[in-house]
């Protein structure tokens, strides 16, 4: 199965109300990144939370990172209709020589 | 601008016809990959590049060939496609492996 799983695979919500996704690994990671990717577009980086972090915010964005569970959470605060996207964890396994994508959570947000 | 630039961005070839996609990096990162997007599969591994001459197989290396001759360019190379190959390529590029990855604009590829 795969390194990176997100959950929901798919969320829709209203706008203005906050979006939660989450992401869950299997191994040891150095870091864990989350992308975003318009429809058909290529994948932006959003945040890199590095393992000896617990939380990073990024302007709307914020990460969480638990080690001990093996999971992370990206929360879009008082989002709006452009968030819109695919979002992807991708984690930077030790011992790896690339990042391991997820599969992404598909989040429409309704105007 | 810093950016990873991919040609040509849409495709359709046929069965067996030889075809590369470019792929060009101008912010003198070492590390390079190619992934194809499938859906329900997420985004997959098909070659990466540590350096200049140094190309390793991902997850999905069968019927793709790369080549690093230069820092900045990572040509994926399909020498005989196939229609399962038929799907949505990005170059990425970073600084190495574990770092922020740039994306290219993405290759639609459709083998009939």
């Known amino acids: 199965s795969q390194q990176g799983e997100e959950d929901p695979q798919a969320l829709s919500i209203q706008e203005g109300e906050n979006a939660t996704m989450n992401c869950s690994y299997k191994?040891?990671?150095?870091?864990l990144q989350w992308y975003r990717q318009n429809s058909g577009r290529g994948l932006v980086h959003l945040i890199l939370i590095r393992s000896n972090e617990r939380e990073k915010h990024s302007g709307r964005l914020r990460v969480t990172l638990d080690t001990s569970k093996k999971s992370s959470s990206l929360l879009i605060t008082a989002s709006r209709a452009a968030d819109t996207a695919s979002y992807f964890c991708a984690t930077d396994v030790q011992g790896a020589q690339k990042l391991v994508f997820g599969q992404g959570t598909r989040l429409t947000i309704n105007p | 601008e810093a950016q990873v630039t991919q040609n040509p961005r849409y495709l359709i070839t046929v069965t067996g016809k030889k075809l590369t996609v470019t792929c060009s990096q101008n912010m003198n990162h070492e590390y390079m990959s190619w992934y194809r997007q499938d859906p329900g599969l997420g985004l997959r591994q098909i070659y990466y590049?540590?350096?200049?001459?140094?190309?390793d197989k991902g997850d999905v290396p069968e019927g793709y060939k790369v080549s690093r001759k230069e820092k900045r360019n990572f040509p994926l190379i399909l020498e005989s496609p196939s229609p399962n190959q038929t799907s949505l390529y990005f170059c990425?590029?970073?600084?190495?492996?574990?770092?922020?990855?740039?994306f290219g604009p993405g290759t639609r590829l459709t083998v009939l």
């Open positions: 191994t040891s990671i150095n870091n």
């Open positions: 990425a590029s970073s600084l190495s492996s574990g770092d922020t990855q740039y």
């Open positions: 590049s540590m350096n200049v001459e140094v190309t």
